[in-house]
């Protein structure tokens, strides 16, 4: 008896977290360990995609390196089979074969530091899929475009197109639909870390945070069929914890702080209302603003279309709980693009929906923005612009030549082409140069 009651004193006084882990926890196992997508290539072709680069006629000694770079890929912080973050071990038919996870564009990395939740805004999607499947001795064209422009991707495209091959209970339908497919929409990924604020995400809005199904759209690979989507629920149930779990980077150089405080006051007077303020007892309005009013781009908002938020609403996805749609709509529909809460700011550029603009310095003056540029694509101290806060860029006079292998062309970003305009958003340019700089100051500390 005594023994007993000296048992439970014991469980009693354990912390929780040994004893089982939190669903947050068990969300981070189930995200970096878990292959919830059949593999899309061979187990052979990631070893051998150096066959695919031009003139390469053996395996470079730092092969890790080079792909890193040429593919905008980031070190694995957890165990990953000694691929790099995004590309993971999968099962192909009756093997083993490569397939990609949330990270490929939901982790990269800053200052060196690899980081679970920031856009990775160095991926070549592109590049990667056609050299994965080319070293797979596969030379078919990709379905569409999957990106544009380094850095940005047609995540909402994939979303549309996989979509078109199920039933309402996700049943394959080899005979495509097609809910609107268009692959100019240049999204931006939104970190991971803000999902705890957010009463509605994407771009527009468009879905109740609440929603674990519309993280498993991303599931929908022909390989999986319907009782995949139900197993796998729970443990997207997890990720979702895992998800609003997560806090953002500091900002790791100095921050002048009387300067920071003045940047709060104007913040507080020509942003707050839309951005929210900050700090322990923090607010967020979760305000979409409509394309009129904001002037960004309005591809994105039009590149999902009715059809497929009918699809959607009438799918599985759907029906997860009735209130958190539009009665007859369903997909919610908004105006135009959602005021993103801004913590960690510092660490996400560029910046709009479609990354157009690679500095916060340029978000506050629209007439200073650069229309023709490109950039490293890595995310060291060299490669980040202090002063200005975001990415360091070099402008350029003329588009990249048509003859360009699209791997080149894909690192200029373009603001004169579809869905790239680096338009609207006018908050700051009645600022003087130093009144947007203390509020670059105090965007720091966020
Ligand atoms: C091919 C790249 C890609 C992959 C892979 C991917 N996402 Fe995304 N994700 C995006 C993009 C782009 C957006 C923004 C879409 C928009 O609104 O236009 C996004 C948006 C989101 C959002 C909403 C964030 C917000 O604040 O609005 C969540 C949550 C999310 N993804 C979770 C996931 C999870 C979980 C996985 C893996 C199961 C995943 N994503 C896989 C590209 C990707
Ligand atoms: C009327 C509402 C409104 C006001 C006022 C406003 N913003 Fe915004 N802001 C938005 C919206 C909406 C977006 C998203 C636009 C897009 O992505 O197309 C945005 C985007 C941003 C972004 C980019 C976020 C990202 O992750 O890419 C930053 C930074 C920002 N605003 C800072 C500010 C600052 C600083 C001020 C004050 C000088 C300000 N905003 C005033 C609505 C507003």
Redesign the pocket.
Known sequence: MKRLASLVLLALTMPASAAEPTPAERGYKA?TETP?IPGFWTARSFPDIWKTWDGVKAKPADFDAQVRDRYGLHTAPYPNDGFPM?LRKAPLLLANGIG???????ASSIMGKSVIGI??SS?D?QSLFEDMAKADGVIKKLPFT?SNVRG?????G?GVYLLGFRNPDLSLNPKWKNLGLRDD?C??????W??KK?R????????D?RSVR??????LHPLNGPEAFTKAEPA?RD??QY?ISLEPPKYPFAIDKPKAAKGEALFKDNCARCHGTYGEKWTYPNKVIPLDEIGTDPT?HA??EVAYGVAYSESWFGKESAGWFVPGKQLRWTPGY?A?PLDGIWATAPYF?NGSVPTLTGVLNSKARPKLFTRSFKTDEADYDKVNVGWKITELREPPSEKLPGSEKRKVYDTSKPGRSNSGHTYGDDLTDYERSAVVEYLKTL
């Open positions: 995200l919830f995004g990609n996870d949330c990270m490929l564009c939901h856009g990775n991926l999607i999957f940005t991707n047609e995540a909402d994939f929409t999204a931006d990924v939104p970190a991971w803000l999902m957010k509605t995400i994407y771009h527009t809005g468009a879905t945070s519309t993280l498993m759209q991303f599931m997207f990720i979702s998800l994105r590149g999902v959602q993103p929906h």
